[in-house]
Nanobody, 122 residues
Framework: QVQLVESGGGLVQAGDSLRLSCAAS????????MGWFRQAPGKEREFVAA???????QYGDSVKGRFSISRDNPKNSMYLQMNSLKPEDTAVYYC????????????????WGQGTQVTVSS
């Protein structure tokens, strides 16, 4: 049974940093792209960042230069370092995997976690 579990969310102030983690179990995803998405209330799920099996990365325009994605294949895990957080970064953050491509659309990913809340106060 495949399971993705996010952790590291919380309430922070604008300008602070957070590091999200995603732990996968049930199978290895070392040859798949892993990604982060977020969804704020009343908004569509938004692409944040993705990293493929080789370590190539892609970022959403709103987080470029502030967020950094990484992965640890032996641990079947992925991370999102979020710096210079803004109130508009407030959302539930989801990790996803199962895509063979460095995809930005949610439909390209087969497996999803339950999400972790990130709240940034001004």
């Amino acid at each position: 049974q495949v399971q993705l579990v996010e952790s590291g969310g919380g309430l922070v102030q604008a300008g602070d940093s957070l590091r999200l983690s995603c732990a996968a179990s049930g199978r290895s995803f070392s040859t798949y792209t892993m990604g982060w998405f977020r969804q704020a209330p009343g908004k569509e799920r938004e692409f944040v960042a993705a990293i493929d099996w080789s370590g190539s990365t892609q970022y959403g325009d709103s987080v470029k230069g502030r967020f950094s994605i990484s992965r640890d294949n032996p641990k079947n895990s992925m991370y999102l370092q979020m710096n210079s957080l803004k109130p508009e970064d407030t959302a539930v953050y989801y990790c996803a995997t199962g895509s063979r491509l460095l995809a930005v659309l949610p439909g390209a990913y087969s497996y999803w976690g339950q999400g972790t809340q990130v709240t940034v106060s001004s």
